[in-house]
């Protein structure tokens, strides 16, 4: 076969993929379509919930695009030494931080900074050590998932059931508040339909979380609220210069030797270092430019949905749901999980926390549900839209990249993912959010707690990544030399 | 039968294998000896990428190994695995569901190893 030839089979073969996967993909995007003109046939105020369901979907296009996944990102630069997912994820940083900041400046920001204390690091110690065995921390779940990945889907289903339990877990767990927690809580005066000094969530919460404060970098200096706190403080010194410190390390120590050993340098002056360290940069183009579109779209949904609110004159999407005749699920303040940006861990707690309540078990006396979340049918649970949106998302994208498969776990694998997930759950609620909640949508807002969410995130990960590979040792070591 | 399903991919579905040979195959920049081929199908990371590596350290200079995966990550995040590795990434050939990885140990690469970037 000549050369030419050998193009024109290629160019035919694609061809006919392509025509192939346009027509799923158009299917998942005719049927979400054809959902929401449903909703709004049924209530026209559901565009405040289909808000949510579009900005997930196009999250997931953007989320499969990159491959952004803090799993791989902290896994890979230490499992094999290969930085290019957190090097494109530290860009991502930078990037979303400046949208952020102009939202902040426009006065459209919906965003709370989260209250700092030894739970950020230690929640991020688990959620990084579960994701190593999982194969993608939450939003990574949630784009694999759509990539028809079994195995991912067993991880949101971990996810959802063990935050759901331990936010309503009493009895002996109690044991693990210090008394100290128990009088901190009992001081709060709590409406009597919650049993704030029980469950060890509760305590957690009122007796501890409640007696922190977060603050935004430019709250510390004083410039809240001005131009010059949402771009310097704010995006500046709180997410830039530090993702620029870490991009600086992460050359030093990982692609230095190989990049001088690769161009054949041996004296290297400071601009073959800083040619090295755009090489770096530019080889995760793909994830950097999903940071910044993730980041764009983010900002967004924020300015889309503050105007939403004020339409309706309303603060919370529980509001709504009451004038629409939902009584169910609503908080004892008429309130649901509603924080009009990018999140993805509590509307999954939902999920388990509704099914379990269905199934009879008593959960609406915590805080976490009966006060400040509230348990709404997954039905009219808005940001739970925006997790199935990402997950359709990430299949329209996976179709037209021809890179959508039925894949099953084997058995370690579907285990992995039940223990990871779990370990993750766990994670997301000492750690008050996952790798998005909790470090992406808090560093780009000023909010430091990330970064020390990241540091505990990053030591779960090595550590998940040594437990890992003593774990594929030991079964190579039974198994033989050739198979693993 | 359906039982029988179940158990397959349960227990018995092997997670990941390595073959020992010396087959010829034609690359779109020509054609390479492969000495190994690693079966990372329906495996996710970081398992394919260990695997490589491990597979890798048991291999001479410019001995070329293929690596079958249906990660798309897995697939994507070569050519930096082997910046890592002083490995050399020759090509990625897309199969009907999986891809096809080659990749070489080492800088060297002798002329009818010429490495190709991208995918195929």
Redesign the interface.
């Known amino acids: 076969m000549n050369e030419e030839s ?1 193009l024109q089979a ?1 160019r035919l073969f694609v061809d006919r993929a392509r025509e192939r996967n346009l027509r799923p993909a158009m299917t998942i995007v005719g049927l979400v379509a054809l959902g929401s003109v449903a909703a709004l046939s049924v209530d026209t105020r559901f565009v405040y919930l289909l808000v949510y369901a579009w900005f997930g979907v196009i999250y997931g296009l953007l989320l499969q695009y990159g ?1 952004f ?1 803090m ?2 990102a902290v ?2 630069l230490f ?7 957190a090097v494109g994820m530290l860009i991502a940083v930078a990037l979303f931080s400046l949208t952020a900041a102009t939202v902040q400046a426009a006065g459209f920001s919906t965003f709370a900074p989260h209250p700092l204390g030894w739970h950020v690091i230690l929640g991020g110690l688990i959620f990084g050590f579960g994701m ?1 065995f999982t ?2 921390c939450a939003s990574g779940s949630l784009y ?1 998932a759509g ?1 028809g ?1 079994v ?1 991912s889907m067993l991880v949101v289903f971990a996810i959802s059931f063990s935050q759901a339990i331990i936010v309503t877990a009493g009895g002996w767990v109690d044991a693990l508040a210090p008394a100290s927690w128990q009088v901190s809580a009992a001081a709060k005066d709590m409406p009597p339909e919650l049993t704030a000094t029980e469950g060890w969530f509760d305590l957690f919460t009122a007796g501890y979380i409640w007696d922190l404060k977060g603050t935004t970098v430019a709250e510390t200096m004083g410039m809240e609220g001005t131009l010059a706190g949402a771009f310097i403080a704010n995006a500046l010194f709180s997410a830039i210069l530090p993702a620029l410190a870490l991009l600086v390390l992460i050359y030093v120590f ?1 692609f230095r030797r ?1 990049y001088l ?2 161009e054949k340098i041996t004296t290297p002056s400071l601009g073959n270092h800083l040619d090295g360290l755009w090489a770096m940069i530019t ?1 995760s183009k793909s994830t950097a430019l999903a940071g910044a579109g993730l980041g764009l779209f983010a900002g967004m949904q924020m300015w889309i949905t503050g105007a939403l609110r004020e339409h309706y004159g309303i603060f919370n999407f529980g509001e709504l749901l009451e004038a629409m005749g939902y009584q169910n699920g609503l908080s004892l303040q008429g309130t649901v999980f509603d924080p009009g940006y990018w999140y993805i861990t509590t509307q999954e707690a939902q999920w388990g926390g509704w099914i379990l309540n269905q199934l009879g078990v008593e959960n609406l006396d915590n805080i976490f549900f009966g006060l400040d979340n509230g348990l709404p049918n997954p039905l009219l649970n808005a940001p739970g839209f925006m997790s199935i949106g990402i997950i359709l998302g990430a299949a329209v994208m ?1 179709h037209l ?3 959508f ?1 039925w ?7 579907a285990v992995f993912a039940l223990i990871g997930g779990t370990l993750m759950g766990i994670g997301a609620r000492i750690g008050m959010g996952c790798n998005i909640g909790a470090f992406f949508a808090t560093v780009t807002n000023g909010d430091l707690s990330g970064w020390v969410f990241l540091a505990g995130m990053v030591g779960g990960g090595w550590l998940g ?1 040594k437990a ?2 003593t774990w ?1 040792e030991w ?1 190579s070591s039974r198994a033989g030399e ?3 | 039968m359906g039982m029988r399903w179940w158990r397959s991919w349960l227990i018995e579905r092997p997670q990941s294998s390595v073959t020992n040979h010396s087959v010829t195959v034609v690359l779109p920049t020509g054609c390479v000896t492969v000495a190994r081929t690693l079966d990372c199908l329906g495996a996710a990371c970081p398992r394919p990428q260990l695997l490589t590596m491990k597979v890798m350290e048991q291999l001479h200079e410019g001995e070329v190994i293929e690596l079958l995966s249906d990660n798309p990550a897995t697939v994507e995040t070569v050519p930096a695995l082997m910046f890592a590795v002083g490995g050399t990434h020759m090509a990625t050939v897309k199969d009907v569901d999986h891809w096809r990885v080659y990749m070489c140990k080492g800088l060297q690469v002798t002329p009818e190893n010429k490495p190709s970037e991208g995918r195929v």
């Open positions: 050998v290629k491959r996944c799993a791989s896994r890979d499992a094999v030494g290969v930085p290019r997912m190593v194969g993608g694999k990539e990945n195995g990982y190989n050993r690769r080889s996976a990249r021809r890179e498969k894949k099953l776990p084997s058995l370690e694998t990544v890992f590979n594929l079964r050739c198979d693993f």
